[in-house]
């Protein structure tokens, strides 16, 4: 059974730095696209940054500049690297693996809390 588990987050100071990871771990055959989505309280969930299975990535314009999303593809792992952390990008933060298994399906993250103090 396919498995998400992310780690990382926490709270940190505006300016500050953080890295979300999050590893994909069962019984598949191919991940293709991997990515990163945030909730903020009270909001709906939306697409933070992205990367194909060839390497492409997107990223909200908010966080372009700011965010950058790693894959390793042996390690079956995405990376989020936060920097220039500001308020507003406080949000339960999750991870997204389309991933073919006997199907094409996605899969989710449990989610992390990241909070941003001014």
């Known amino acids: 059974q396919v498995q998400l588990v992310e780690s990382g987050g926490g709270s940190v100071q505006a300016g500050g730095s953080l890295r979300l990871s999050c590893a994909a771990s069962g019984g598949f055959f191919r991940i293709n696209e991997m990515g990163w989505y945030r909730q903020p309280t009270g909001k709906q969930r939306e697409l933070v940054a992205g990367?194909?299975?060839?390497?492409?990535?997107n990223y909200a314009d908010s966080v372009k500049g700011r965010f950058t999303i790693f894959r390793d593809n042996p390690k079956n792992t995405v990376d989020l690297q936060m920097d220039s952390l500001k308020p507003e990008d406080t949000a339960v933060y999750y991870c997204?693996?389309?991933?073919?298994?006997?199907?094409?399906?996605?899969?989710w993250g449990q989610g992390t809390q990241v909070t941003v103090s001014s």
């Open positions: 997204k693996m389309t991933i073919s298994t006997w199907s094409r399906e996605d899969f």
């Open positions: 990367v194909t299975s060839g390497g492409d990535t």
